[in-house]
T-cell receptor, first 119, second 110 residues
């Protein structure tokens, strides 16, 4: 299995530009997660999809951020307009979905991340 | 508020010197505790899941244990290739919401 695939791996852009990050989850996984990692705040969940439907977007910082999952094998995270404080590593993760009976989630597997720098 | 605290922030060991990493958590209802390893420039790599107090999991030189308030990651006779940041996360709140600690950066010197 190729694991979770993210693109691009690195992105450098100027403030005000639109940025689109892409993710292909592991085949057969029903849940997809977008995280942001910074030195100050660590790993934070931005949004969670189950069966292509957004379930929890409470971590999305503001209206400049949007995420879509048009099908089971593709998701995008868009920042428009980008700002320097958006500079971080963005990870996509996927899992088999909610655990049957016990509550919670099956194990999440992470992609290699996209390192974003907004100048 | 759900919280996860890892200690120490950084740990330097000599090869072969065993030690433990700590993950303390406060959640309303624990649905799972996860340990991940993260190498520089890479995504977190799954190590273990623990679901109930008293549970233990082992993999090579690593052993994870769980109590009602904390988890330990024991490293026995570590090697330089064990150097990485170890992340702890709990699933205890909103559906799908993993809460991560800041991690422990482990360095093992030969």
């Amino acid at each position: 299995d190729a694991g979770v695939i993210q693109s691009p791996r690195h992105e450098v852009t100027e403030m005000g530009q639109e940025v689109t990050l892409r993710c292909k989850p592991i085949s057969g996984h029903n849940s997809l997660f977008w995280y942001r990692q910074t030195m100050m705040r660590g790993l934070e969940l931005l949004i969670y999809f189950n069966n292509n439907v957004p379930i929890d977007d409470s971590g999305m910082p503001e209206d400049r951020f949007s995420a879509k999952m048009p099908n089971a094998s593709f998701s995008t995270l868009k920042i428009q307009p980008s700002e320097p404080r958006d500079s971080a590593v963005y990870f996509c993760a996927s899992s088999l979905g909610p655990r049957a009976g016990g509550g919670g989630q099956e194990t999440q597997y992470f992609g290699p991340g996209t390192r974003l720098l907004v100048l | 508020e759900d919280q996860v605290t890892q200690s120490p922030e950084a740990l330097r060991l000599q090869e072969g010197e065993s030690s433990s990493l700590n993950c303390s958590y406060t959640v309303s209802g624990l649905r799972g505790l996860f340990w991940y390893r993260q190498d520089p420039g890479k995504g977190p790599e799954f190590l273990f899941t623990l679901y109930s107090a008293g549970e233990e999991k082992e993999k090579e030189r690593l052993k994870a244990t769980l109590t009602k308030k904390e988890s330990f990651l024991h490293i026995t006779a570590p090697k330089p290739e064990d150097s990485a940041t170890y992340l702890c996360a709990v699933d205890g709140g909103s559906q799908g919401n993993l809460i991560f600690g800041k991690g422990t950066k482990l360095s093992v010197k030969p």
